[in-house]
C-alpha cells in the first residue's frame, strides 16, 4: 500500500526534475540558436529525368554550382549493364578561391580529377631505371623461351636426320 508521503515524494521529485530539466535544455535551445550557420539558399534547381537517363544541375546563395548527367551504358546485357555517372562541382575555398571537381563514375570505378587534388610525388630515377631494367629482363626472358620452344619443335621434325641438322637449320632461320 502506498502512503501519502510516498506520494508526496514522487510528486516533489517529478516537479523537481522536470524544473531543472527543462532548465538545462532551455539552456542547450539557447546555445544551439547561438551556434546556428545561416541558411544557404539554393538559387536554381533542375532535374530532368529520361527514359534511360537523367540530368540534375543546382546552384546554392554561397557559389556551389553543380550538375550530373547519368545513364545506363550497355542497358539490357546483364553482364555488361553499367550505371554511368559524369559530373562536375565547382564551390569556393577559404580564401574564396574556385574549387572545381570533375568526375567520372563507371565500370571503371570514381575517377575524380581537379586541380587541388593531390597527385603522386615523381618516381625516383633509381627505381625508374629499375623498372626498366626488370621490364628488359622480362622482354628478353620471353624472346629465349619463345626461341627455346621453337627450337624443340623443329628438332621433333622427323624430315631432319641429325641433332646437328636441326641446330643449323634453327640458326639459318634465325638468321634470315
Known amino acids: 500500500m502506498t502512503t501519502s508521503?510516498?506520494?508526496?515524494?514522487v510528486l516533489v521529485t517529478c516537479v523537481l526534475?522536470?524544473?531543472?530539466?527543462?532548465?538545462?535544455?532551455?539552456?542547450?535551445q539557447e546555445e544551439e540558436a547561438h551556434h546556428?550557420?545561416?541558411?544557404?539558399?539554393?538559387l536554381k534547381s533542375n532535374f530532368?529525368?529520361?527514359?534511360?537517363?537523367?540530368?540534375?544541375?543546382?546552384?546554392?546563395?554561397?557559389?556551389?554550382?553543380?550538375?550530373?548527367h547519368g545513364?545506363?551504358?550497355?542497358?539490357?546485357?546483364?553482364?555488361h549493364e553499367t550505371l554511368v555517372q559524369q559530373g562536375k562541382v565547382t564551390y569556393h575555398d577559404e580564401h574564396g578561391h574556385p574549387i572545381t571537381l570533375t568526375y567520372?563514375?563507371?565500370e571503371h570505378g570514381f575517377q575524380a580529377h581537379g586541380d587541388h587534388l593531390p597527385t603522386p610525388p615523381p618516381i625516383p630515377e633509381a627505381i625508374l631505371k629499375?623498372?626498366?631494367?626488370t621490364h628488359q629482363i622480362e622482354e628478353e626472358s620471353q624472346y629465349q623461351q619463345d626461341n627455346k620452344q621453337e627450337y624443340q619443335q623443329e628438332h621433333q621434325n622427323p624430315h631432319l636426320q641429325s641433332q646437328e641438322e636441326?641446330?643449323?637449320?634453327?640458326?639459318?632461320?634465325q638468321e634470315k
Open 5 to 9: 508521503s510516498q506520494i508526496g515524494f
Open 17 to 28: 526534475g522536470c524544473a531543472l530539466g527543462g532548465h538545462r535544455y532551455h539552456g542547450y
Open 36 to 42: 546556428k550557420k545561416p541558411v544557404v539558399p539554393i
Open 48 to 68: 530532368d529525368k529520361h527514359h534511360d537517363s537523367w540530368h540534375y544541375s543546382y546552384e546554392t546563395g554561397n557559389g556551389i554550382i553543380a550538375h550530373e
Open 71 to 79: 545513364y545506363f551504358k550497355n542497358k539490357g546485357d546483364k553482364k
Open 104 to 106: 567520372v563514375a563507371d
Open 130 to 133: 629499375a623498372l626498366q631494367q
Open 166 to 173: 636441326a641446330y643449323a637449320h634453327y640458326y639459318q632461320r
